[in-house]
Each structure stands twice: as structure tokens, then as C-alpha cells.
């Protein structure tokens, strides 16, 4: 017998916290029942949020970053190296950069990475106006910032390759041992990239 409280506006609501990252059916419901408990608190103003940010958050022509304004802050911000351009795959990855604050530079979304399986190839990601950019912009140095996957090892001799003729050196971050990690703990694959990187002391 249905539940006559789960209407079908709840039951929508569900399935659509049911589609975001790292929320399945059942951790949706419990997300909809504390929103519909903190309704006040919580439901309205996340409503509100939610129907500004649809209304002004913009997709930067540029670089690919999610802003309030076109060109993003970062491309417009004149304290960054214009001849440094960090690519990264996702949005998520340049704000997880920027929170290390770690360098000053410019950055480029790809959106994804290749994956000839998934049927995502050179014209699904951001790939031409990457190289528009470092021959336009004056680019000195390409730092790939992409997942340490196979998916993401791909796109990085891709990149690499596209780059290849142009003079302009390719960097990539470094894999291995995380600051504060122990040995003990790491898996092979990690132990084995941090003694391929190793530097001097």
C-alpha cells in the first residue's frame, strides 16, 4: 500500500536530489525529509539560492570556470600570470586549486576527460579554444592538473601532443606520497609514481 504522505511533490523532489553525486534513493529521502523538517531554515532559502543561481551564474567563455560575471574574476584578475594556464578537468578541480593558493596563474576547463568508451572524443571537451588560448594569450607554460586515471592520463598526451610543436613547455603535477600520508597505507601504484618523481633533498 503506497504511503499517503509521499505525495508526488515529495517523491519528485527525491528523485531529483537522487540524481546529485553521491546521493542515492535512500540517502535522497533522508536529505528531503530534513529539508522538508527545516523547511524555514533550510528549504527556503536553498530555493531561493537555487533560483539565483540559475538566473546569474554564467559558464566563463574563456576558461570554463562557473561565475556571476563574463569574463570570469579569475581571467579578469591582472595580479595572475597570463603565461601560466593550469588545465584541469572539472570546475570543481580549479576551486580545489585555488583553495591550495599555491600559484597565481590562469586556467582551462576541459570538461571531462577523453574516454573513447564513454563515446567523449577530442570535439566533446574544450580542446580548441585551449590552443587558441596559448597561442593568442602568449602561454609560456602548460600545467596539467588532471586526475591521475587512465581517462586522465589520455587526455594529458593528448594535450601534450597538441602542444608538441608550438614551443610551449608542458608540466604536470606531481604523483606520489601526500603531505602527512605514511607509507604503510599507500598503494603500489601510488609508492610506484612517487619513486619515479623523486627529487633531490
Known sequence: MANPIAGPEIERLIQLLARLPGLGPRSARRAALH???????????????????REKIVICEVCGNADTC??????????????????VETVGDLWALERAAAVRAKY????????PLDGVGPKELNLSSLVARCV???????ILAV????????????????????????T?????????????YLDEGTLAAALRSRTDF
Open 136 to 142: 593568442e594569450d602568449g602561454v609560456t607554460e602548460v
Open 147 to 170: 586526475n591521475a586515471t587512465v581517462d586522465g592520463q589520455t587526455t594529458a598526451h593528448y594535450v601534450t601532443d597538441l602542444q608538441s610543436h608550438r614551443g610551449i613547455k608542458t
Open 70 to 87: 563574463q569574463p570570469c574574476t579569475i581571467c579578469r584578475d591582472p595580479s595572475r600570470d597570463p603565461g601560466l594556464l593550469i588545465v
Open 35 to 53: 529539508l522538508l523538517r527545516k523547511r524555514e531554515e533550510l528549504l527556503a532559502p536553498l530555493a531561493d539560492a537555487m533560483a539565483v543561481a
Open 172 to 184: 604536470r603535477l606531481a604523483h606520489g606520497v601526500p603531505v602527512g600520508g605514511e607509507l604503510d
Open 108 to 115: 582551462h576547463v576541459l570538461g571531462g576527460t577523453l574516454s
